[in-house]
């Protein structure tokens, strides 16, 4: 009897699902583009627990957010502990910081994690029990340019992948001073509606009125649409701060559009919040957001630092990346695929195998000695590019013939020689890049001089490093 997979999670296959976005090749595509977005924007990563006590995210995403009061799970552990599977990054990570002591390191903080978080809520598109995120959190600075920072990366990571119909959507939800002021401003104008707020909304009323403004009840839009703006009740500083981040992201001409009824779901954040938004999603189209948290440390006993971070759902990448319509990578193929023919060739073909690999070229070889015609099928599933046939004529000739699968053409190589040949053909796509790139006119004098510099003294390099093996075999002539 076969046991089923749970509801609301999925599988993620190495070759050919059902549904093209559980491709594991994609899956690694993706995470790599999310790797080199957070290494050049200078983070490093950090990975936590999938599980901590429950405790950490009643204090840290706060008992009124729709996490904690319904999605979590939950169970008691062997000890009597009450323990919950991570819902979301942040709280896990601020709790690593605090108990590791990381502030000691230096000032600022620019961590990223990848990983599964679990939310048992209802399944809808983009959206499981079990979803994987990317996300930063960044501690130690309250600058603007800090806040601009943690978006322009969001923003360039969707660039990179080729997303388009992004729909950047900031707000400033104030300091607590300023929260505190329009909180009582948002109750007194709900209370005229009470009776026709969502049962929801009538919870957060007494709780956190602030989320009411998140709703996507129907009748509560109406009626929020007439609310107060929390702008009217943003103090000097927090007003101040919100202008440079707008300020900022004009520079950079990150287009985006004020949201006043934007105030994300969870209960840390303070002053900048943002989300983006792409089309393909439905009524669910954020693909990620996030925002200042600056007292969230402090809440969890460590020290008072101001941090701001993000999270994006992985799937919903890659479902808005099909929608698009936008190229996705195909399945990893091996380069060459060896066929031994024959015992006595199979020791050699084992050899040239491992050597092939330890010179990072993807190599398969068949250990099953099955016919000719089912091995060149198989080759052709796998995708190979070449195929070489190996057996006694060509050990004895040293010369072997490859076979490019998708033009039917036929090279001879060396045996001996292959390794290199095809390591040096696995380069010339990054040579090409590079030449193509360096033929574009420089756009400047200075831009121009540099490049002269670095070229002459990389011959300089050269010519010293031919002039060492010179010497050195001389050397070795003079022992002879």
């Known amino acids: 009897m076969s046991v089923p997979i749970p509801p609301g999670v999925f599988d993620i296959l190495p070759d050919q699902p059902r549904d093209k976005w559980q491709g594991s090749y994609i899956w690694n595509y993706i995470e790599s583009v999310m790797r080199q977005t957070a290494k050049d924007f200078g983070f490093q990563e950090i990975r936590t627990p999938a599980f ?19 999605e979590m799970y939950t169970f008691i552990d062997k000890g009597g502990r009450s323990m919950s599977l991570r819902p979301e990054g942040t709280a896990p990570v601020m709790r690593a910081f605090v108990e590791n002591q990381l502030q000691q390191s230096k000032q600022i903080h620019k961590l990223f994690y990848i990983g599964p978080m679990f939310r048992y809520e209802r399944a809808q598109a983009g959206r499981y029990r079990q979803h994987h995120q990317f996300g930063v959190e960044i501690i130690g600075d309250a600058s603007p340019e800090q806040d601009v920072e943690a978006i322009d990366l969001l923003y360039t990571l969707y660039n990179r992948l080729g997303l388009h119909n992004l729909k950047v959507n900031i707000n400033s939800i104030g300091d607590s001073e300023s929260r505190a002021s329009f909180k009582t401003a948002l109750k007194e104008y709900l209370n005229q509606f009470y009776d026709q707020l969502s049962e ?9 009125p602030l989320r009411i403004l998140d709703s996507k ?20 500083e927090c ?31 303070n002053k900048t919040v943002f989300e983006i938004t792409a089309g393909e999603l439905g009524a669910q189209n954020s693909v990620g957001g996030g925002g200042r948290y600056d007292g969230l440390l402090k809440t969890l006993g460590g020290p008072d630092l101001p941090s701001i971070g993000f999270g994006t759902g992985i799937e919903r990448i890659i479902q808005t990346m099909i929608g698009q319509q936008i190229a996705l990578p195909e399945v990893p193929r091996p380069v060459l695929y060896i066929i031994p023919l024959g015992e006595e060739a199979k020791p050699t073909c084992f050899d040239l195998l491992h ?7 993807a190599t398969e070889m068949d250990f099953t000695g099955k016919k000719l015609n089912k091995l060149m099928t198989y080759a ?14 060509e050990l004895k000739a040293g010369t072997i013939e490859l076979k490019e699968m998708e033009s039917g ?8 020689g292959l390794a290199r040949i095809l390591k040096i053909e696995s380069l010339s796509d990054d040579f090409m890049e590079v030449s193509t790139f360096m033929s574009q006119p420089f756009q400047s004098d200075a831009e121009a001089q540099f490049f002269i510099n670095k070229l002459g003294s990389t011959i300089k390099a050269t010519a010293k490093v031919s002039e060492n093996l010179q010497n050195a075999l001389k050397n070795m002539e003079t022992l002879l």
């Open 355 to 361: 050597e092939l690999r330890q010179m990072g070229i």
């Open 217 to 236: 009840n129907p009748e509560d839009i109406k009626i929020t649409a007439g609310a107060p703006s929390i702008y009217d009740h943003l103090n000097d």
């Open 409 to 416: 053409a036929k090279i001879m190589a060396p045996l001996n």
């Open 200 to 208: 929801d909304s009538k919870v957060r009323f007494e709780k956190n």
């Open 239 to 269: 007003r101040a701060h919100f202008e440079a981040v707008k300020r900022l992201l004009n520079q950079l001409k990150i287009p985006y559009e004020v949201n006043s009824k934007l105030v994300r779901g969870l209960d840390y954040y």
């Open 52 to 70: 901590e006590r429950t405790e950490l995210f009643s204090r840290g995403v706060g008992e009124t957010s729709d996490i904690v009061s319904k």
């Open 380 to 393: 052709n599933q796998i995708k190979a590019k070449y195929v070489a046939v190996i057996g006694e004529n």
